[in-house]
C-alpha cells in the first residue's frame, strides 16, 4: 500500500494511476502507472492527471488525493460514502441519494435538502464527463481506474461549481491485450456481491471492447415494529460497455455506455430523543408528549441505536441512471485535440413516511426527479514539454430536472397536530378537510450553459513555474413550479380558510422564474523546486458557484438565489526523503465566500410547520492546515498517518433561522449565527494505515491491511441547534488475506467498523420537541475470492 496525497490532509491509501483525459499520452501514462504500481513501495513517483495532463504527482500544484483501482481491492470500497473513510477533507452526507452532500474542507453544500434549480460546489466527473445532479454518486463504483480528490476551487479546467473542489473518476479502459477479474463476496446481513470485468481485442491493435458488471445485495440493518420488516437495505445493478477504437496512432475513439439500478427500503426515521421545554424554560406547547397522549400511543424508544423505528406507510429509495459518452482524441503533432461528448439520464423515486410514528399522519410525502442533461466539451493542450505548456478549450452543458412531488395528509394528522384545546367544530371541520387530502407540485428548472478557458504552465527555469487559467462561463436558467391539488384527492379543501391552507401548506403555489449571469473564475500558482524532491507552491483562485432558481414551495419567497462567489489562498511543501521511502505534504489554505447558498427554515405562523428555501448568506470562511507523512522502510511494509484541521465558520449570518428550542410562538424567530461554525463539518480529523505482506510460501504472499478514520463532533443542523449535535465517532476497517499464482486468486477476510462503534450520521430536531436521527453501519464482515486472468 502506498498512501499519497499532494500536500495534503488526506491520508488516502493509494497509488495514484492516472488515465489521462488526453487519450494521445494514454499508452505512455498507462505504461509509467504500471511502473509506478510495481515500485510504489520503494516511494517511485505516481503518475496524476488532475490537470488535464500526465505529470508527476509531486511536481503538481494542487492538492489532491488519489485512490487507485488496488487501493480499492485492498479496502473492499465500492461506494463513495466508503471512500471517504480514507480521505478526512471529503465528507459524504447522504440522507438519501438525492438529498446527497458532497463537502471538501467543510465546503461545497450548507443545505440538508436538494434543490433541483441549483448546483453544489464539488464538482462529479467519471471519465470525463459532468455529472450534475449529486445523486449521480450513489451507485456502485464499478471498474475504477482512479478517484482524485481535487480540494479547493477548481474552476478553470473543471468549471465554475467546483467551488470548493471536484472528485474525478476514471474507469478502466479497453485493452488490447485479454484480460478478466471476477470476485465473489459473502458477509454478514445477508450481503452478497458478485463482480467481473472483462476485455479483449475484436480487430488486433485497432478495436478493443471491455465490459464489467457488478450486482450487490445487503439486508436492511433496521427493523420496523410496525410490520417487522428490514430498513435501510441495500440492492444495486450496475453495467458499462466501452469500445475503443485505434484507427491508427494519431486517433482514439472510447465509446461507453452504462447503467445503473438500486432499490433501497429506506428511509426508516429513528427516534433520538425528546423535549418538552424550550431554552428558556418554558413548556413547548403540544409537544410530542401531549400529541402521543391523546392517541394513548405509546412512544418508540428514544435510543436511536436500538435501530428500531416505526412506519406505516411505504418508503423507499429506488433510482436509475444511464448514460453514453464518446471521447476523440486526435494527435496533431504539437497538440492533442480532444472532444468528449455525452447524454445522461437520471430517475430517482422515492416514498416517505415522515412521522417516525405507525399512525396515519403523513401518508405521502415525496419528490420524484426525472434529470436529463447533455454536454459537450472541446480541448485543445499542447504535447511535450515546452517553456510554455498550455491547454484551451470549450463547454457547452443543457439540462432539465422534471420534479414530481406529492404529499398526503392521512385520518391522525388532524389530531395530531391540533391542539387538545381545539374546539371540537373546528376540529371537525379541519379533520374532514385534511384526511386523505393530497396536494401535488411540479417543478422544471432548465440550464444552458456556455464556457470558454484556457490555461498555461510558464517554466521560468529549470525550479520556477508560474501557471495561471481564467475561465469565463454565460448561463441560462428558466423554470417554473406550481402546487395544486391533486385529481381525485380526498378530503375537503374548500372547508379550510385562506389562512389555514396556507398554515397546513394546501393551498395552490404558481410562479416562474429565469436568470442569467455572466461568471469569470481564474486562479495563479507559484511553484519552486527546492530541490529535485522538494516543490514549495503558493496559489490563488478566485471561483464562482452559479446562482439559481429556488423551484420550492418557498422558493417564492425568494426565486431567485444570487451566485457564490469565491476567493481561495494556499501554500503548500510537498516533499520526500530518505531515497523516497519518506513522503510529508503539508498545506494551509484560506477560502473565503461571498453570497454562500445556504438553507432556511420559515416557520408558518401559528403552527409547527415550516418552509424551506435557499437564500444568500453574506459571508463564510474556511480555513485550516493539512498534513501527511507516509514512510514505507521495506517492500513490504508501508504506515502512513495524516490529519486535518478545517475551521469553518459563518462570518456574517445576523438573520439565520433560530433552532427549534429557542423558536418560542410569539417572538422573532431569528438568530445570529455569526461566528459559529459551518453545520456538518469535523473541525479535526485524521486517519491512520498499515499495509504488510509477507511470503509464506512458493507463490503464496500474506497480506494485512487496516485503516482507521476520526472525525471530532459536528452540528448537523442548519439552526446549531443543540439537538443536531454529532459526537465524535472513529472507524476501524481490517482485512486480511492471501494471495496464490503472483496475484493470481485472492481470498480475504474482512471487517467494516470492526469495533462496532455507534456513532451518527445525521441528528434532526423537530418544532415540536421529537428527535431523530439517521445512524451510521453496524459492524459488517465477510469474505471475498478474487481471480484475475
Known sequence: MRILTLYGTTATLALAIATPALAAE??????????????????????????????????????????????????????????????????????????????????????SLAVDGLEYGVGFYVDGVYL?????????????????????????????????????????????????????????????QVRASGSAPIIADKVAIRLSIADTHRDGFLLNKTNLTKAQDYDNFSARGQLLIQPNDELKIRLIGDYSKQRQK????????????????????????????????????????????????PYQANMESYGVSGQVDWDLGAASLTSITAYRWWDWSPANDVDATSLSINTVAQQQNSQRQFSQELRLASDGHNTIDYQVGLFYFWQVIRGYGRTAYGSDFARWNLPGATPVAAFNTINSA??????????????????????????????????????????????????????????????????????????????????????????????????????????????????????????????????????????????????????????????????YQGNVSQEVPGSTATIQFIDSIPKVRSKGVEADVAYSPSNWLTLNASAAYTDAKFVSYANAPQRPEAAIPGT??????????????????????????????????????????????????????????????????????????DGTYDVAFWARNLTNEDYYVQRSPGTFGLITAIVGEPRTFGATLRAKW
Do not use: C
Not at 427516534?271 to 406547547?285: E, K, S
Open 434 to 595: 385534511l384526511s386523505g387530502l393530497e396536494t401535488n407540485s411540479y417543478s422544471d428548472p432548465r440550464t444552458k450553459s456556455y464556457a470558454a478557458f484556457g490555461q498555461a504552465d510558464w517554466h521560468l527555469s529549470s525550479k520556477l513555474t508560474l501557471t495561471a487559467g481564467l475561465r469565463f462561463t454565460h448561463e441560462d436558467k428558466d423554470g417554473s413550479f406550481s402546487r395544486f391539488l391533486a385529481p381525485a384527492s380526498g378530503g375537503n379543501r374548500a372547508l379550510l380558510t385562506a389562512a389555514q391552507q396556507a398554515q397546513f401548506q394546501v393551498n395552490d403555489v404558481s410562479f416562474a422564474a429565469k436568470v442569467k449571469s455572466d461568471a469569470l473564475s481564474g486562479m495563479a500558482t507559484l511553484g519552486y523546486k527546492l530541490t529535485p524532491d522538494a516543490l514549495l507552491y503558493a496559489s490563488y483562485s478566485h471561483g464562482t458557484k452559479s446562482g439559481g432558481l429556488n423551484v420550492t414551495a418557498g422558493g417564492a419567497l425568494r426565486p431567485v438565489v444570487a451566485p457564490e462567489k469565491v476567493d481561495a489562498f494556499e501554500i503548500g511543501l510537498k516533499s520526500q526523503l530518505l531515497d523516497n521511502t519518506l513522503t510529508f505534504n503539508a498545506a494551509a489554505f484560506l477560502t473565503q465566500i461571498k453570497d
Open 668 to 741: 422573532i424567530q431569528v438568530q445570529d449565527l455569526s461566528g459559529t461554525r459551518l453545520p456538518g463539518v469535523s473541525k479535526f480529523a485524521y486517519t491512520l494505515g498499515v499495509d504488510a505482506s509477507q511470503p509464506v510460501g512458493q507463490d503464496v504472499e500474506a497480506y494485512v491491511h487496516a485503516d482507521y478514520l476520526h472525525r471530532s463532533a459536528f452540528n448537523s443542523t442548519a439552526t446549531n441547534s443543540i439537538y443536531g449535535i454529532v459526537p465524535g465517532y472513529g472507524l476501524l476497517n481490517a482485512r486480511v488475506g492471501l494471495r496464490f499464482g
Open 132 to 192: 450534475a445532479r449529486p445523486g449521480q454518486s450513489q451507485f456502485d463504483l464499478v471498474d475504477i481506474q482512479q478517484i482524485e480528490v481535487l480540494r479547493g476551487p477548481q474552476g478553470t479546467l473543471f468549471g465554475k461549481n467546483t467551488t470548493a473542489g471536484a472528485l474525478n473518476i476514471t474507469t478502466r479502459a479497453p485493452s488490447f491485450d485479454p484480460e478478466l477479474t471476477a470476485e465473489a463476496s459473502l458477509g454478514n446481513y445477508g450481503y452478497h
Open 266 to 313: 429506506f428511509q426508516l426515521n429513528l427516534i433520538d430523543g425528546y423535549f418538552t421545554q424550550y431554552a428558556n424554560g418554558q413548556t413547548i406547547a403540544n409537544n410530542i408528549f401531549d400529541r402521543a397522549a391523546r392517541f394513548n400511543y405509546p412512544l418508540p424508544t428514544s435510543n436511536a441505536f436500538s435501530r428500531v423505528g416505526a412506519a406505516d406507510s
Open 26 to 111: 494514454t499508452e505512455a501514462v498507462m505504461a509509467e502507472a504500471g511502473a509506478a504500481a510495481e515500485a510504489a513501495d520503494t516511494g517511485e513517483p505516481i503518475v496524476v492527471t488532475a490537470r488535464r495532463r500526465a505529470e508527476n504527482s509531486q511536481d503538481v500544484p494542487i492538492a489532491i488525493s488519489v485512490l487507485d483501482s488496488a487501493t480499492m481491492e485492498r479496502t473492499g470500497n465500492f461506494t463513495l460514502n466508503q471512500v471517504q473513510q480514507l480521505v478526512p477533507s471529503l465528507q459524504v452526507n447522504s440522507i438519501n441519494a438525492r438529498n446527497t452532500n458532497v463537502n471538501i474542507r467543510g465546503l461545497g453544500a450548507n443545505s
